[in-house]
């Protein structure tokens, strides 16, 4: 028998030859393998631990199976497989567990283990880019029941939980400030809604922004109401919008405007219209196609008094509703009501200028919202960017020897620098696509700018492993 022969090889020999000699010829081939074994124990070991070809068997039996794979092994394979935590009982970190609940000290399954728990918070962490809040405390939770002081778990998992109640209050107040329901019924309105938002987070543009635009629409339905001669309702309004903040813009001068608008007199289809006009803004109709609507009236009214201030200042009311409108939904991520309204706003006559940036704000945060959803319209090169972090992947240690290959994916690089959704191209080896994704998943790059803005690119990438 050969040096080169396997412990797999004898054992297959075992079979063939008990099938010819039976019983005798079992105890005679245990023999010579017995034999054999021993002799091979005691020679030396090249590099790679292999008498020759044949590979020492260094981890106890009762961790191998039947195919001769330790627990160890076997989590390697279903890493390299894609299995990291699924199916159940047959995934890697199913097998480095079991590998480490007989051996505590085992180094490579405990390695495995680590970049399972890393493999889980990556993806928690894309969950919470995505915001798929749920997704990610799912994958914090499995961390946290292998390691219940994991601190970036309990970080993921409290910043998921945060960010999904402030993604629903946000939801929330946004259909009430459409509904009109500003600051009413008592705790279930847009300005409660928004309230909610920032004690949770402080820092909250859209919860701020949400604030600001409901106080500058009650100031408006205020100084609206005074102008078409209901001062009582003109000064509920007041009460409102002093509560939310007593130093909002306008709040000072009502007073003022209520004296003028007892000075003006007009006529009676003047005040019919200014009446009709001033239910329309209350009621947020603002522009057509709503009829009948705030500005349709108000300009009606002008070509009757050409020097009306209350019809004036509708007008102006009507462009400063439709601009913080245009505001509330850029903050909410509705572009389409955003670009719609901006328009609106144009043709209302609004300040081009202002017009002009909320433009080009709303663009920016469309590409971003774009790139989140995996839209690009070009590939950047990788060439062109400055890279902060790129490290080479390692060779995989379950790739057969001497083996190579490429693989080829698509990656986007954040308006952050951050790499996020790698998509693999074609189909390599498992595990040379595994090491490629683990290693660009952690590269860093300058943030890549135009037009004085970080922007996120997709960029082509192609990674090629060498024995």
Do not use: C
């Not at 002799?39 to 008498?51: H, N, V």
């Amino acid at each position: 028998m050969s040096d080169a022969t396997t412990f797999e090889e004898l054992s297959a020999s075992q079979g063939r030859i008990s099938d010819s000699f039976g019983l005798a010829a079992w105890a005679a081939v245990f023999g010579v393998l017995a034999a054999w074994w021993l002799i091979k124990a005691d020679a030396p070991l090249d590099q790679a631990g292999t008498f020759g070809t044949t590979q020492v068997l260094s981890t106890p039996l009762t961790q191998v199976n039947q195919a001769g794979q330790s627990l160890t092994e076997r989590g390697d394979t279903a890493f390299a497989a894609g299995d990291l935590v699924t199916p159940a009982g047959d995934n890697a970190l199913y097998y480095y567990q079991e590998a480490l609940a007989a051996t505590p000290g085992d180094a490579a399954a405990q390695q495995g283990l680590a970049q399972v728990l890393e493999y889980l918070l990556n993806e928690a962490e894309s969950a919470i880019f995505h915001s798929d809040f749920d997704q990610a405390r799912e994958n914090a939770a499995k961390v946290l029941g292998i390691d219940p002081d994991n601190e970036h778990a309990l970080d993921v998992n409290l910043r998921a939980a945060q960010l999904k109640r402030v993604e629903s209050l946000l939801n929330r107040a946004v259909a009430l400030y459409a509904q009109g329901r500003l600051t009413a019924p008592e705790g279930e309105n847009a300005a409660a809604m928004y309230q909610q938002v920032l004690a949770l987070d402080p820092d909250n543009e859209a919860a701020r922004q949400g604030i600001e635009s409901v106080v500058q629409r009650v100031v408006a339905n205020a100084e609206s109401a005074m102008y078409a001669g209901n001062v009582e309702q003109g000064r509920a309004y007041l009460r409102q919008a002093k509560s939310l903040n007593p130093q909002a813009p306008g709040i000072a001068t009502l007073e003022q405007t209520e004296q003028n608008l007892r000075q003006l007199r007009q006529s009676q289809q003047v005040k019919e219209q200014l009446l009709a006009a001033a239910d329309a803004l209350q009621s947020d109709r603002l522009m057509p196609p709503a009829d009948p609507n705030a500005f349709t009236l108000y300009s009606r009214v002008l070509e009757v008094e050409p020097d009306s201030a209350a019809a004036k200042r509708g007008l102006e009311l009507v462009r400063e509703g439709l601009i913080d409108r245009a505001r509330t939904l850029l903050a909410a991520d509705d572009m389409a009501e955003t670009f719609a309204n901006l328009d609106a706003a144009e043709r209302a006559g609004a300040s081009a200028t202002l017009i002009a940036g909320l433009r080009e704000e709303a663009e920016y945060r469309q590409r971003l919202l774009d790139a989140a959803a995996g839209r690009f319209e070009e590939l950047y090169p990788l060439s062109d960017l400055k890279p902060i972090r790129q490290q080479a992947p390692s060779y995989p240690r379950t790739a057969p020897r001497n083996a190579s290959g490429s693989v080829e994916m698509h990656m986007t690089v954040t308006e952050t620098g951050d790499v996020r959704d790698v998509e693999v191209l074609g189909t390599p080896r498992e595990y040379f696509e595994r090491a490629a994704v683990q290693a660009v998943r952690n590269w860093r790059f300058e943030p890549v700018i135009e037009n004085g803005q970080p922007i996120p690119v997709r960029v082509a990438v192609k990674v090629t492993f060498e024995s």
